[in-house]
């Protein structure tokens, strides 16, 4: 399994911005569909975005808009560039690199792997 590390979070303004950083252990990290999720204290971990190897994106609906995925293969490194962020999205934000994923009925379902990073806080006041 590739393994990851994750960077950039930071407490924040509503309404600031943050970039997020997925940094992998090796190139093979590059072929792989990446995701990012996250957990606040008490729910679930859910997922935020992905983005495939060829740069193929994916989003779930209230981070449209205002988050963009991104990644770069010499430095073999998924980003999560967030702006307009809100209280709600305050959370442990998690990089995965996916078993994989499908796309059925107009939806995208992704398949974590068991490898997380340690995350990266990322609070926002109101």
């Known amino acids: 399994q590739v393994e990851v590390a994750e960077s950039g979070g930071g407490v924040v303004q509503a309404g600031d911005s943050l970039r997020l950083s997925c940094a992998a252990s090796?190139?093979?990290?590059?072929?792989?569909?990446v995701a990012w999720y996250r957990q606040s204290p008490g729910e679930e971990r859910d997922f935020v975005a992905a983005i495939g190897g060829e740069g193929h994106a994916h989003y779930t609906d209230s981070v449209k808009n205002r988050f963009i995925i991104s990644r770069d293969h010499a430095k073999s490194t998924v980003y999560l560039q967030m702006s307009g962020l809100k209280p709600e999205d305050t959370a442990i934000y998690y990089c995965?690199?996916?078993?994989?994923?499908?796309?059925?009925?107009?939806?995208?379902?992704?398949?974590?792997?068991?490898?997380w990073g340690q995350g990266t806080q990322v609070t926002v006041s109101s």
């Open positions: 995965n690199a996916l078993e994989g994923s499908s796309y059925l009925g107009g939806k995208y379902y992704p398949r974590p792997s068991d490898s």
């Open positions: 090796d190139i093979t990290f590059n072929n792989l569909d």
